[in-house]
């Protein structure tokens, strides 16, 4: 215990002098020395160079001494004798090496091949020879000697080899380069015999697919079908698989043998449990697709999958999602009477509630009926019906669906009966007219070129919705494509001209846009002073100040930019005027604004830096305030927020203090309490004072936290005073 508290820091104050990491690691590096080169030896005649042979010998001996089961150390020692053209000091090193580590795979093939280097085979046939016999496991030795006895065109002692290695029933990879190697010097026969074999001591169903496509290959069909059957009887029903018979189905495909790949098939499917033949199920579906009828197991499985589905739509009949996957299952079968029947069970579920939410889904079921009945059954009559009983079924004076009106006007157009789909979609907007039925009408028109029509049905539209901002600049904007701007300016007329609309400021943007379009620079000023009447927005201002600067009925870039500047200052002193005159704060667009300013002097102005000092002299400084305010549990708390403190505000500014003492005394003769609970005009007389108080102090720094402190200190004290 005494160990621990004496090694406790008791002093954790920082250390006068602090040194960095990058100052530790610079004076590590330059205490280093500086490391000795061995210097260059030059060998002059036989005696230095025995003396320099037997000086690396003896330092390579006394390393495999000290580690003698170290590899590294003994094939370094071989490589630097074979530098020295030392042969058989290079064989008797890799001897002894192979007496202490006979195991190191490595160390077998190194001296294989520091032998084949030298061109001496019979030597390296004689150590991959030993390399097999010690370790007849590894296959990196096999393949390297039939690779050198088949590269020297030794091809009876390759087979030689591959026979004394596949005595040790090795992996499928020693078999298949047997059959390789006999497939390339043309000995089927061979390559024949080598798979029996391979099958005898490896039964895999891949193996015996080999050995078919084999087969095939070679265009023996009858071979490959028996190796087939072959696998088939041998492997039995625990060891067989799947793939087997759809692997023997495909090949009776190829072979253009429909009726036993059928049979193959319906075989498989009686022997093989359910939950082990879901590939052999869809492979058999897709072969009765391409070959078939779709008959025996297809019926099954699609018997199954209906079963299914049926279980779920009648514990759940609301459940729409169900039917739409039940719908389509019957249309893969094709059978327009079954098709026609899931349907019409589907639409039967109405919801329940009159709620249009319930009836998405549900309205989906009749549109894919009536197109399906379209375009797949080609019955058009049926067709119309479909699409006239869900209009009946609809409640029109609760909700309605524009898209089954838009639909069906569509099918009356497809059908080239135009006045039908008018007549219903007439119909539809004396019903229940909408925001879609409308603009799916007008997109009609507009398509048949009927403007006269698509006007009637703006008119019609604006009535409707006269507050609609849209409808108003499509409108416009389709007077302004036919090239009646007179109409158009017109249009956006009435629409600024209306009382209630719902976004007013897009309205306003599309009228300005559609006069910068045609150059009218005039009207669009024009439109701009217009809607600073109706609101002081800053990003109006901005707006107006940026036209400013791209109008092109301006003389030069100065006049561009005097009349940006103009608007700016104008800008500037109405948002001003409004927190003067009718107390609303407008001290944040107030800054936005002159921030605005400021980027378009430094972008415009060519770094005229006057500019952009008169508009720096206006920016105001960012203090920190308390201020009170009550929660949610009606508790009063104080809050701090930050404020903003204009320059120009601050010379126009009267001293309150004289009249601030002033009023604390009337107040206190009345016997008023300065309570928590003050009105108003006492916070505002007091914020006076302190800002008052403020302006007197020479502070240019931006710790608003001490400022307001003093000016809270001061305060008290002053009213400390006024209560004596």
Not at 238 to 263: C, G, H, M, P
Not at 390 to 411: D, E, G, N
Not at 556 to 565: F, M, P, Y
Not at 596 to 618: M, P, S
Request: proline residues 2%; charged residues 35%; aromatic residues 12%.
């Amino acid at each position: 215990m005494a160990e621990q508290r004496s090694t406790r820091v008791k002093n954790k104050n920082p250390n006068p002098v602090q040194i960095t990491a990058e100052q530790i690691l610079r004076e590590t590096h330059s205490g280093q020395e500086t490391p000795l080169k061995v210097p260059k030896q030059r060998i002059a005649d036989k005696e230095e160079l025995d003396d320099y042979r037997l000086r690396k010998r003896k330092g390579f001996e006394d390393s495999v001494r000290r580690n003698r089961n170290h590899v590294g150390n003994w094939l370094k020692y071989a490589a630097w004798e074979e530098s020295q053209d030392e042969f058989e000091r290079v064989r008797s090193i890799f001897e002894r090496a192979i007496e202490i580590e006979h195991r190191n795979q490595g160390l077998w093939l190194r001296y294989a091949e520091f032998e084949l280097k030298h061109r001496n085979i019979n030597s390296a046939r004689n150590i991959l020879d030993r390399a097999v016999s010690f370790l007849p496991r590894v296959d990196a030795f096999w393949f390297k000697f039939v690779h050198l006895e088949e590269s020297l065109d030794s091809v009876p002692n390759a087979r030689q080899v591959f026979e004394r290695w596949l005595k040790w029933e090795p992996q499928e990879g020693a078999w298949m380069a047997y059959v390789q190697m006999e497939k390339r010097y043309g000995e089927i026969e061979r390559a024949r015999e080598i798979f029996r074999r391979f099958v005898e001591v490896h039964p895999e169903p891949k193996n015996w697919l080999k050995w078919s496509k084999f087969e095939e290959q070679n265009g023996t069909i009858d071979r490959a079908r028996a190796i087939y059957e072959q696998c088939i009887e041998q492997l039995g029903e625990e060891l067989i698989d799947q793939n087997i018979y759809v692997s023997f189905a495909r090949f009776e495909t190829r072979q253009k043998e429909i009726e036993r790949a059928r049979a193959i098939f319906k075989y498989a499917l009686g022997k093989l449990p359910k939950h082990k033949a879901e590939n052999l199920y869809n492979q058999y579906s897709i072969f009765e697709k391409q070959f078939g009828a779709k008959d025996g197991i297809e019926d099954v499985i699609i018997t199954k999958r209906r079963m299914k589905y049926e279980e779920e739509v009648t514990s759940n009949p609301m459940n729409y999602d169900v039917w739409f996957d039940y719908i389509r299952l019957e249309e893969d079968s094709n059978d327009f009477k079954r098709i026609r029947e899931v349907f019409e069970r589907a639409i039967s579920n109405v919801p329940l509630t009159k709620e249009k939410r319930f009836w998405r889904r549900y309205i989906y079921l009749w549109l894919f009926y009536a197109v399906w009945e379209e375009s797949v059954a080609k019955d058009l009559e049926r067709a119309k019906e479909v699409y006239n009983q869900c209009l009946k079924i609809i409640p029109h004076k609760s909700f309605t669906f524009a898209k089954v009106w838009l639909q069906f006007a569509r099918f009356h157009i497809r059908r080239m009966d135009v006045n039908s789909a008018r007549k219903l979609l007439g119909q539809a907007l004396g019903i229940c007219p909408t925001e879609n039925l409308y603009k799916g009408y007008i997109e009609l028109e507009t398509q048949l070129r009927e403007f006269d029509r698509v006007r009637i049905l703006y008119e019609k539209y604006l009535q409707w919705n006269a507050a609609n901002c849209h409808a108003w600049i499509m409108y416009a904007e389709l007077e302004s494509e036919l090239g009646d701007n007179d109409r158009s300016r017109g249009i956006f007329e009435i629409a600024v001209g209306q009382e209630e609309m719902d976004m007013p400021e897009i309205l306003w943007k599309a009228y300005i846009d559609f006069e910068i379009r045609e150059e009218e620079w005039d009207n669009a000023r024009k439109l701009y002073e217009r809607l600073l009447e109706k609101t002081s927005h800053v990003k109006v201002w901005i707006s107006f100040a940026n036209f400013e600067l791209n109008a092109q009925d301006h003389e030069d870039l100065e006049a561009k930019l005097e009349a940006s500047r103009e608007v700016f200052n104008k800008a500037y002193s109405t948002l001003k005027r409004q927190e003067t005159v009718d107390g609303e704060s407008t001290k944040d667009e107030r800054v936005i604004l002159l921030e605005a300013w400021l980027e378009f002097e430094k972008a415009n102005n060519g770094g005229d830096q006057n500019a952009i000092q008169k508009v720096q002299d206006r920016m105001p400084k960012t203090v920190k305030r308390r201020r009170q305010v009550v929660g949610d549990d009606g508790v009063a708390v104080m809050e701090e927020y930050f404020d903003y403190i204009f320059p120009d505000d601050e010379t126009e500014r009267p001293n309150f203090k004289l009249l601030a003492m002033a009023h604390k005394w009337k107040m206190g003769a009345a016997g008023l309490s300065d309570d928590d609970d003050s009105s108003d005009e006492d916070e505002e007389m007091q914020d006076a004072t302190n800002q008052g108080e403020k302006r007197r102090r020479d502070d240019s720094s931006d710790d608003g936290d001490d400022d307001d402190e003093d000016d809270r200190k001061k305060a008290r004290s002053r009213d400390e005073e006024l209560s004596e």
